[in-house]
Structure formats: structure tokens, C-alpha cells
């Protein structure tokens, strides 16, 4: 167990759909990030919250969202959903330090039929 | 914006010696971190280096050089279990956001 908490693990659903991805980050650390891995491709950058604010942007469609809890926890909410957004979404959090890294989520994969 | 390149495969031997090279472009540097991937498994931390020179960790090393915004990391006494993709990432941009952007990954096969 990692410390991040990411539900759910998977998630079947249908074009033009809106789900919502969770995300608990690993206890005292306050950034949480949003990526997404399609097959056998990088990490793509989607969007950083700290402290409940938003802190950096990525490619992120318009027709996904985030927000941050005042618990911390993240949501990342995608709608309209199509084909194409099938993929693994991680979540990470961080301390203040790049030195100790990120300490990712197991992932949710979201399958689009 | 940032960049990194790094090889898409790399094909060693049990018990022998893998480096994955890493060239980067970035605005600003502020260090260069490795992450493990196995399949259908959330990335781990590896490394992170600021600084030139070799950092050590067990059976894993990694090296900087910020002039030739290059790095790599190094896998000595291949175990089959290193099988998996190997990232390098940088802190993306001059902002104060420690958003990392990841390089598209090197699938590491090691083979009996």
C-alpha cells in the first residue's frame, strides 16, 4: 500500500457518459496530480491541485474537471466520455520536495465502450 | 516547453549491467527523477538527481550532467523482476508547481 488511494480500481462505461475518479493522497502530503495513461503510452500531465487550490494545468480536455477537497482528497470528473479516453488515470501526491518524488495511486482504468 | 527523449526498448541478460539513457530540454532545471513501471502497476520513485554526478541506490544508479542535459540510469546485476518501463521525468517549468512531465518510457526486457 502506497499511501494513495484511488477508487475505483475499474470502471466500465459508455459513450457520453460522466464518471468520477477519487483520490485520497498519502497522509501530511498537501499536492495531489492527475495523469493519464493510455496503452503502452507516457504519463500525460492533466492538472495539480494544492491545498485545495489549483496549482498547473496540462493538456486537459475541457470536458474533464478536478477539484480538491478540504480533506485533501481529489476528484477528477470526466464527461461526455468517448472512445479515445479509455486509458489508466493515476493519481500522485507530493510533499514539498521533488527529492522524495511523487507516490503514486494503483490507478483506475477506465474502459469506454 | 519540456522535452526528454529516451530509448522505447532496451534488451539485457540476466545478471548483466543496463544503462537507459535520458536527454532532457526544460526552462529552468531543477533536477532529473527515474521512476519503475511495471505492467498494469502504478510507477515508483527511483532516484532523483539535482546535481551532477552518480547517485547509488542498491543495484541502481543514476547519473546527471546538467551541460549535456543528459542522464541515465544504470541497472547492474540484472534480475528478472527489472523487467518493466523505466521513465525519466523533470519539473515542468519555472513555475512554483512541482508538476512533473515524463519522458514516454523505456521498456527494460531481461532475459534468462
Known amino acids: 500500500d502506497s499511501g494513495v488511494t484511488q477508487t475505483p480500481k475499474h470502471l466500465i462505461t459508455a459513450t457520453g457518459q460522466r464518471v468520477t475518479l477519487r483520490c485520497s493522497p498519502r497522509?501530511?502530503?498537501?499536492?495531489v496530480y492527475w495523469y493519464q495513461q493510455s496503452l503502452d503510452q507516457g504519463l500525460q500531465f492533466l492538472i495539480q491541485?494544492?491545498?485545495?487550490?489549483?496549482?498547473a494545468k496540462g493538456n486537459i480536455l475541457e470536458r474533464f474537471s478536478a477539484q480538491q477537497f478540504p480533506d485533501l482528497h481529489s476528484e477528477l470528473n470526466l464527461s461526455s466520455l468517448e472512445l479515445g479516453d479509455s486509458a489508466l488515470y493515476f493519481c500522485a501526491s507530493s510533499g514539498r520536495q521533488l527529492s522524495y518524488g511523487y507516490t503514486f495511486g494503483s490507478g483506475t482504468r477506465l474502459t469506454v465502450v | 516547453g519540456q522535452s526528454l527523449e529516451q530509448p522505447s526498448e532496451v534488451t539485457a541478460v540476466e545478471g548483466a549491467i543496463v544503462q537507459i539513457n535520458c536527454t532532457y530540454q526544460t526552462s529552468g532545471f531543477y533536477g532529473l527523477s527515474w521512476y519503475q513501471q511495471h505492467d498494469g502497476g502504478a510507477p515508483t520513485f527511483l532516484s532523483y538527481?539535482?546535481?551532477?554526478g552518480l547517485e547509488e541506490t542498491g543495484r541502481f544508479s543514476s547519473f546527471l550532467s546538467r551541460s549535456d542535459s543528459y542522464g541515465y540510469l544504470l541497472l547492474q546485476e540484472l534480475q528478472m523482476k527489472d523487467s518493466a518501463s523505466y521513465f525519466c521525468a523533470v519539473k515542468g517549468g519555472k513555475d512554483s508547481s512541482y508538476k512533473l512531465i515524463f519522458g514516454s518510457g523505456t521498456r527494460l526486457l531481461v532475459r534468462p
Open positions: 497522509s501530511g502530503d498537501l499536492s
Open positions: 538527481n539535482a546535481l551532477d
Open positions: 491541485y494544492y491545498n485545495g487550490e489549483e496549482r
